[in-house]
């Protein structure tokens, strides 16, 4: 028995953006400067040195037993997919998926740059086999720092025909700049509505649509609706990584225009991102936290809308984890439990006291020692 003395009670968290594969390598490899160019320098040179097999199973699990232990029932992971780490990271993930079955719901997405669909189809023929043998999703990263022209755009249509051959889902990093080169987001929206595409889209990080003004803003907004794409905003990581300039003061704050898109209809979401590497250097996959930040850089607080409904029913829908995210009769007792009373309460701390309840007993909800990570970080 759990004596909340009239605390607010959740279900179980629905986490749909995430990247447990590169989790907790920030202490041997940290962004020299907190940019997102270093980042993906950073992150190319470790992964090429040290993501074998052992070394991203027990990332991924020592993630998953951070989130497990916040409150997580569901969550969804991007895993860089570029040969050969392909080969090695989704069956990692696949024995993973079955490991936590019992606790954590897990789907994985394809990530690469979406211009491989062209410049190696046999690799990317590969990749599509990958994903449907794993039960994936079709990912890719659409932004890659040039203005977008017809190959892009042809990519962009060869990633969403390739999902809609095999029946997958499609989950895309989408603009993760305040370049005015980074408007790719419309030929996303575009391919879907081309193909006709029946299946799920996530779009990831749409930062530029918040640069975006007028006539521009409302077309693309408006496409997104009619292709029912849900965008999801990543606040926490996109606050460090965008805007960020030596010795100078960041002026944006890098998140999509939640409430504009909420308000004409279009899904949104909140989500982790990344945890303990270069593109994020802290975060603990704990969606409290995630949601918490998120009101305050977004401003979910003082407005009608239910935002709540990002920390499980949003991202349970989008992400097609229908059990999850919902307290309903005849449902498992999935449950977090806080001794906050409204939402000042809970956002005023970390709730740190909270009580996870799974399948109607409470769990452990001490976070792993990183020490334990010390040998794959060169500690000793």
Avoid at 84 to 111: G, M
Avoid at 137 to 143: C, D, N, Q
Wanted: glycine residues 6%; contains cysteine; charged residues 25%.
């Amino acid at each position: 028995m759990v004596d909340l003395q009239g605390g607010l009670i959740f279900p179980r968290f629905v986490d749909a953006h995430t990247h447990i594969d590169k989790g907790h390598i920030a202490p041997r490899a940290p962004n020299p400067d907190g940019t997102h160019t270093s980042a993906r320098m950073t992150v190319a040179s470790d992964r090429q040195r040290n993501w074998h097999a052992d070394d991203v199973r027990r990332r991924m699990d020592f993630s998953l037993r951070c989130a497990y232990a916040h409150g997580t029932g569901a969550l969804r992971t991007h895993i860089d997919s570029m040969a050969p780490q392909a080969d090695i990271s989704w069956p990692v993930f696949a024995e993973t998926r079955e490991a936590w079955r019992e606790r954590i719901a897990l789907q994985a997405v394809a990530l690469f740059p979406v211009p491989l669909a062209l410049d190696d189809e046999p690799q990317f023929r590969t990749l599509t086999d990958t994903v449907v043998r794993h039960g994936g999703v079709m990912g890719g990263l659409t932004f890659l720092g040039e203005p977008p022209d017809d190959k892009l755009a042809a990519a962009i249509d060869r990633v969403v025909a390739a999902a809609a051959a095999h029946g997958l889902d499609l989950d895309f990093h989408v603009d993760e700049s305040n370049s005015p080169y980074a408007c790719t987001l419309e030929l996303v929206a575009d391919a879907a509505l081309r193909h006709r595409f029946s299946g799920k889209i996530l779009a990831g990080h749409c930062c530029s649509l918040s640069l975006m003004e007028g006539a521009d803003s409302a077309r693309v907004m408006a496409k997104l609706g009619e292709a029912r794409i849900t965008v999801v905003s990543l606040p926490m990581c996109n606050m460090y990584l965008q805007d960020r300039g030596h010795d100078r003061t960041p002026r944006w704050r890098g998140v999509a225009p939640l409430h504009e898109l909420d308000a004409i209809g279009v899904d949104v979401l909140v989500a982790s991102d990344n945890t303990r590497d270069p593109f994020h250097a802290y975060g603990d996959l704990d969606m409290l936290e995630v949601w918490r930040e998120a009101t305050k850089i977004l401003h979910l607080d003082h407005s009608s809308r239910p935002w709540k409904r990002l920390l499980g029913p949003a991202p349970a829908r989008a992400i097609r984890e229908p059990a999850a995210g919902l307290i309903a009769a005849g449902q498992s007792a999935d449950l977090v439990l806080t001794r906050a009373r409204d939402a000042i309460e809970l956002i005023a701390r970390p709730q740190a006291d909270r009580a996870v309840i799974v399948r109607g007993a409470c769990i452990d909800t001490t976070p792993p020692d990183y020490r334990e990570l010390d040998p794959l970080m060169g500690r000793t």
